[in-house]
T-cell receptor, first 112, second 114 residues
């Protein structure tokens, strides 16, 4: 059974710093991996989608990497800003049973 | 302006009452989904529909019901049989399947049952 873990559950960093959020999964037979952002009381916004054949995806200050063999993905945020404060969720797509498994998220707070 | 709308944003109900949450999309997506989110938990799939007039149970379907009479609409009814209905409910849609295509989410409905 696929399990998706995001550590730490919460993180506070000063504005301007580069930071890395981690996502690990137990079953490496994934189809894709997606990073989402969720603001308090809001829905999810897709940030980056990485197919299993890809190593990374970039969008602006965000870079997501995928290492299937080790069961890990990272979301790198460059030059963090207070507006980046949100919860970031990782979700793994399993082709075998056509399911998406979500992690519990990392709550990020950027200190002005 | 394409997207997914959910209404209402906040919903309060007394225990024992059924309540229906609305989800509408104008993205021309075939597939639609309902998730439940509890504090500190990942999203859990309640029901999904890949095509009109067809839907499947997700991981936590007990106490919930859905219909898919139109491509644009996928309402969720929380019945009195749901033991712990207070939660944040999210609707999503995609072009097809759960995994193959990116999912787009609505703004959510927070349901409180007392």
């Amino acid at each position: 059974k696929q399990e998706v873990t995001q550590i730490p559950a919460a993180l506070s960093v000063p504005e301007g710093e580069n930071l890395v959020l981690n996502c690990s999964f137990t079953d490496s037979a994934i189809y894709n991996l997606q990073w989402f952002r969720q603001d308090p009381g809001k829905g999810l916004t897709s940030l980056l989608l990485i197919q299993s054949s890809q190593r990374e995806q970039t969008s602006g200050r965000l870079n997501a990497s995928l290492d299937k063999s080790s069961g890990r993905s990272t979301l790198y945020i460059a030059a963090s800003q207070p507006g980046d404060s949100a919860t970031y969720l990782c979700a793994v797509g399993m082709n075998r049973d056509d399911k998406i498994i979500f992690g519990k998220g990392t709550r990020l707070h950027i200190l002005p | 302006d394409g997207g997914i709308t959910q209404s209402p944003k906040y919903l309060f109900r007394k225990e024992g009452q059924n309540v229906t949450l609305s989800c509408e999309q104008n993205l021309n997506h075939d597939a639609m989904y309902w998730y439940r989110q509890d504090p500190g938990q990942g999203l859990r799939l309640i029901y999904y529909s890949q095509i009109v007039n067809d839907f499947q149970k997700g991981d936590i379907a007990e106490g919930y019901s859905v219909s898919r009479e139109k491509k644009e609409s996928f309402p969720l009814t929380v019945t009195s049989a749901q033991k712990n209905p207070t939660a944040f409910y999210l609707c999503a849609s995609s072009f097809a399947g759960q995994v193959s295509y990116e999912q787009y989410f609505g703004p959510g409905t927070r349901l409180t049952v007392t």
